[in-house]
């Protein structure tokens, strides 16, 4: 059963807009939250990450929120460049560890 | 700093055979995790290794192994291979002490026929 879930396969922003990703978990053991970033042909790259103590960790461009009431989390790119355009994914885990991954979401950004 | 490195990175086997994958760690990393990577899956977690002891493993069937050795290295082997052991294992290693943050290699593309 998949414990994290990225409902949208695809999103399609224009650059300078922002770029919001949703990601819903359902297990309430998780506590430690993160975002990868994967181009064609390389393996995932480690974008940002939150714990359960926190609501919002910023980094740059990137923010990401976690909502523990709704188990829910985004991550949101202000403002959105073409090289943003990648494959996103989101995971869980407890302690970090044993982390259970989203089927990721693809964004493309638009000149 | 050299990232982490798998081999190899294309294969292709025949129902019924196995196959052994191998990570080569980033210096210094002791732990080393392995996902597969289907479509329609997305990444699932294998198992994690961390200073030669298997720490977490997935919900995946005895046919999937790894071991890890003293110098960090670590490999996978699937044993009777079946056509929806098609997909792209990705190992990745990190310092345990910073949780989540892994650092992944390009994968290894297995074909199964």
């Known amino acids: 059963d998949q414990q994290v879930k990225q409902n949208s396969p695809s999103l399609s922003v224009q650059e300078g807009r922002i770029s919001i990703l949703n990601c819903d978990y359902t297990n309430s053991m998780f506590d430690y939250f993160l975002w990868y970033k994967k181009y064609p042909a390389e393996g995932p790259t480690f974008l940002i990450s939150i714990s359960s103590i926190k609501d919002k960790n910023e980094d740059g461009r990137f923010t990401v929120f976690l909502n523990k009431s709704a188990k829910h989390l985004s991550l949101h790119i202000v403002p959105s460049q073409p090289g943003d355009s990648a494959v996103y994914f989101c995971a869980a885990g407890v302690g970090g560890y044993a982390l259970n991954f989203g089927k990721g979401t693809s964004l493309l950004v638009t000149p | 700093k050299a990232g982490v490195t798998q081999t190899p990175r294309y294969l292709i086997k025949t129902r019924g055979q196995q196959v052994t994958l191998s990570c080569s760690p980033i210096s210094g990393h002791r732990s080393v995790s392995w996902y597969q990577q289907t479509p329609g899956q997305g990444l699932q977690f294998l198992f994690e290794?961390?200073?030669?002891?298997?720490?977490n493993k997935g919900n995946f069937p005895g046919r999937f192994s790894g071991r890890q050795f003293s110098n960090s290295r670590s490999e996978m082997n699937v044993s009777t291979l079946e056509l929806g052991d098609s997909a792209l294992y990705l190992c990745?290693?990190?310092?345990?002490?910073?949780?989540?943050?892994?650092?992944f290699g390009e994968g290894s593309r297995l074909t199964v026929l």
């Open positions: 990745a290693s990190g310092y345990r002490d910073y949780p989540g943050e892994l650092f």
């Open positions: 290794y961390f200073s030669e002891t298997q720490r």
